[in-house]
């Protein structure tokens, strides 16, 4: 079954949430639909991003999952650009 990775940069936590919110979120939309394999948090020039590492069948579905993570996590938080990669042969290659 094919990995994926999705990104998301995180701005300001909206008020009423706290920090963990935002992982929290993003973790329970990811797993209400595809198998979650490893979180993890990354700055990337000065941005904060969470990354939701998960596994499913189809490309398409992959694309559900990425844009039920990024609905989720706006509703505690700012979020920014979102990414989808998706592991072939060693490399995480853009969706």
Do not use: C, K
């Not at 509703?75 to 995480?92: C, D, I, N, S, Y």
């Amino acid at each position: 079954m094919p990995s994926y990775r999705a990104i998301l940069s995180i701005g300001d936590v909206h008020p009423g949430h706290g920090p963990e919110a935002v992982m929290d979120s993003a973790v329970a939309a990811v797993s209400s639909i595809a198998t979650v394999e490893q979180t993890d948090i990354q700055v990337l020039s000065n941005v904060p991003q969470i990354v939701v590492r998960f596994h499913i069948g189809e490309d398409g579905d992959a694309h559900s999952v990425a844009s039920a993570m990024h609905d989720a996590v706006a509703e505690v938080a700012a979020t920014g650009p979102a990414r989808l990669l998706l592991r072939r042969g060693g490399r995480w290659l853009p969706v």
